[in-house]
């Protein structure tokens, strides 16, 4: 063969590869959610604020409130089905062992890989939720700092509502996560 044309072949192949690398994404595999899976609802969104409203409607007694995975899932799909580009591709959202672990898929670049945030929520001192990062991956490294930040904002909003005034209408007292649920109580302020 002419060393021309297999130079201009070899030319060819690199080039094709280059830009095949370029338009697709490298799987870097990364963090896997558990085998089962969390349906998503097509209502589980609008459950979740319409919980969170009949409990801040009550104005004595003792306010409860249970969120379940589903729930969960549910409003991160939505949230993030509004972006083009989301930071989050497939959330599913487990509530286990104390913590609350996402789990999904995230780009960075021509990089995909799964991650997980798992976060520990806790009752802080003046009755309000907060929350404690305790594990943020993606793929094998540590999670960017805009996905915990966006994540952690998702779940104030989905623990607090999606009102300010939601957020400081409820002094929270307990807050317990087992499998499957995240059961609240309260008091209206």
């Known amino acids: 063969m002419n060393p021309s ?40 969104a609008e459950q979740l604020t319409s919980n969170w409203e009949s409990a801040l409607s009550l104005e004595t007694g003792e306010v409860r409130l249970v969120i379940t995975e589903q729930q969960l899932t549910s409003f991160l799909l939505e949230r993030f089905g509004r972006d083009e580009e989301p930071i989050l591709r497939r959330p599913q959202v487990f509530l286990r062992e104390g913590e609350i672990r996402i789990y999904g898929t995230a780009s960075a670049g021509v990089f995909e890989a799964g991650a997980l945030l798992s976060v520990q929520p806790i009752v802080g001192s003046s009755g309000e939720i907060e929350f404690k990062i305790t594990t943020a991956k993606f793929g094998p490294v540590p999670a960017p700092e805009a996905l915990t930040l966006v994540l952690s904002e998702l779940l104030t909003e989905a623990f607090t509502g999606t009102l300010g005034s939601m957020a400081t209408g409820i002094r929270i007292t307990s807050l317990v996560v087992t499998e499957g649920q995240v059961a609240i109580i309260g008091s209206p302020r």
Do not use: D, Y
């Open 5 to 44: 044309k297999l130079s201009l072949r070899t030319s060819f192949l690199t080039v094709s590869l280059v830009v095949a690398g370029m338009a697709c994404q490298i799987n870097v595999g990364g963090p896997e959610p558990p085998a089962e899976s969390i349906v998503a609802s097509e209502h589980g």
